[in-house]
């Protein structure tokens, strides 16, 4: 039985890995032209772009910041939006207060809100972690919001029943039937976080992946727009794979059945 459960979880992995190794795959074979005939810089070339970074000193410091502004706006979001989110959904008074100005902040794309920001907040690290912020608080309100409204009714009647108090409710009811929507704002947060890394990074930085990628457009260095775009999707898998390791800890019935 362990032989069998071994051998299909590395048949998933495989299965799961196929289509990312048949893209770089295509992206060795499409560039194997010289370089002043194709669009695209070869794997070689953003390697060496990787090279060229990391002489100059700025590659590690720069994916140590980015990681850094992520993680603190991260954090921020999260805790300013779970006690919201539990609000809005337990509470009709609670939602009428608190949603409709949320939801008007989401609606600003990041680049409208960065203007502001700056004006309120300066130039400095407050700016751009603020702007990571109102990104995850948004996903991971709008998911908590919901994961509590969408609880079944039948288990507040039933806590009704067995006397629970307001505290046992909260800690064996409400907080467990949330999680499911608050993991997957989580998840979505995280890919918004880096999204708004992209547009804080380009505002007074001299560091961090978005500052690289800037530059590099600046300077017309493909090797290097493509090296930043490629970190980003490895930032972004490795969330994911966190996330999903939360998850397994948090909810493991989920995933109960692989």
């Not at 893209?23 to 002043?36: E, G, K």
């Not at 109102?134 to 309100?141: D, E, P």
């Not at 490895?234 to 390791?245: A, D, K, Q, R, Y």
């Amino acid at each position: 039985m362990r032989k069998h459960a071994l051998r299909r979880r590395i048949a998933a992995v495989a299965a799961a890995w196929a289509s990312t190794l048949l893209l770089l795959l295509w992206w060795y074979f499409a560039t194997l032209s010289p370089a002043d005939t194709r669009p695209l810089p070869s794997p070689a070339e953003v390697v060496g772009a990787w090279n060229d970074l990391d002489a100059e000193g700025l590659l590690w410091p720069s994916i140590g910041i980015s990681l850094l502004r992520v993680a603190s706006g991260l954090a921020l979001g999260i805790i300013l939006a779970v006690p919201a989110g539990l609000v809005a959904g337990a509470s009709r008074v609670g939602l009428a207060i608190i949603d409709k100005p949320i939801h008007m902040l989401r609606a600003v794309p990041f680049p409208a809100l960065a203007p502001l920001f700056i004006v309120v907040f300066g130039i400095g690290e407050t700016m751009k972690i603020g702007l990571i912020t109102v990104g995850v608080f948004g996903l991971v309100y709008v998911n908590l919001r919901d994961g509590v409204r969408n609880l079944d009714p039948r288990l507040f009647e039933l806590a009704k029943v067995y006397h629970f108090s307001r505290a046992t409710l909260f800690l064996r009811v409400l907080l467990p039937g949330a999680l499911p929507g608050f993991m997957t704002g989580l998840r979505f947060a995280l890919t918004v976080a880096w999204i708004a890394l992209v547009t804080c990074e380009t505002v007074n930085s001299s560091t961090g992946i978005g500052y690289m990628l800037s530059r590099s457009q600046q300077f017309s260095r493909t090797d290097q727009t493509v090296l930043c775009i490629v970190l980003y999707a490895i930032l972004g898998l490795l969330s994911e794979t966190i996330v999903t390791l939360l998850e397994r800890a948090a909810l493991p019935w989920r995933y109960a059945r692989h």
